[in-house]
């Protein structure tokens, strides 16, 4: 039988307790990506724009903590900010 130190599990628990925390992050970061794009997609400028700012927030934050590589996250700001852009863009 393996011997188990203390330490060993004290690191089990703490990656288990990290990752909820992560996943719980990466979810509200999706949702608020998702928002813009139901925004977009409804062509209504104001609510797009405002969620984005949610978005962007959402991603530099996420990016900051190491839920996300910054490089991801700011490609990822770059394409929504492009496409709420273009349709504030065509408004005027």
Known sequence: MPIVHKSTIK???QAQV??????AQLSAVKGAAKKVLTA???????VAK???REAQA???KAA?????KPNTASRRIA???KRVNALTASRT
């Not at 990290?18 to 996943?23: G, T, V």
């Not at 977009?40 to 104001?46: I, M, V």
């Not at 900051?64 to 996300?68: E, F, N, Q, R």
């Open 11 to 13: 690191r089990a628990r």
């Open 79 to 81: 394409r929504l900010a």
């Open 40 to 46: 977009l997609e409804e062509k209504n400028a104001e």
């Open 50 to 52: 405002a969620s984005f």
């Open 58 to 60: 959402a991603f530099s």
């Open 64 to 68: 900051t903590k190491g839920i996300l």
């Open 18 to 23: 990290r990752n909820q925390r992560n996943r």
